[in-house]
């Protein structure tokens, strides 16, 4: 009878050791994530994650900062840290729903059910995983090269005309290289986000390598700039 007893005792600890791993959210939360994650916490921490004025929150730091803790302090350092002008300042679904991104981009898979500020406590934080490749899609994080061309419809906005199909970095981190120069050109489209940061004018007409955020809309298709280069002086093949 002990035996049995203390058999079943291991089986409900084991149980109740939840962790990141355990698809503890859904895809279409990470992606409202990824939305609120762009509009407040990227001009700090990047689009990709890696950091800029504020700290990374992937790979090495993640796991420095949060492996082996509960998910409520996760949850709790972005809640009340960001974003960094108005802390605190989102709402509790909205934090839910980056804390989901972020487990997205630090390698752990979705599942059906929505994190919630109930399951938050139990939840082990486990070292972040690599990421399996993905197919392109709405919010994913690419590398693209085109033809840097003025906006029609707008004062200095841009666009990436005769641009390559997007295509997934081999690092966030990762630049134009000597290939980007030679890369052929293809048939997209992108509307350009804070183009104006990389001083458009003296690019105008060059062949550049961009790499963002991916935002595709019903009648277009968007990067969210995190880096520009020039590649070639003119943009024919």
Known sequence: MKIFVALVSFVLIQGGDRTVADQIYSEAQATRGASAYEA????????????????????????????????????????????????????????????????????FPPGARELTSDALDGVRVLPGRPKPAAAIGDFSYVEVVGCLTPARQAQNAWTLTNASDPVVPVSPQAGADTASATKPLGSNTFHLLDAIAYAP?????????????????????????????????????
């Open 40 to 107: 407040s916490c990227a001009g700090c921490h990047r689009a990709d994650l890696g950091g800029n004025t504020g700290p990374p929150l992937r790979e090495q730091r993640f796991e420095r900062e949060f492996a082996g803790k509960d998910l409520k302090a996760l949850y709790t350092r972005v809640a009340t840290t960001m974003p960094r002008n108005a802390p605190a300042s989102l709402a509790d679904a909205v934090y839910l729903d980056i804390v989901a991104y972020m487990l997205r981009e630090n390698g």
């Open 201 to 237: 004018d003296s690019r105008k007409g060059q062949k550049v390598y961009v790499r963002g955020l991916l935002v595709k809309l019903a009648d277009e298709q968007r990067i969210a700039i995190s880096a520009l280069e020039t590649v070639s002086a003119t943009c024919r093949e």
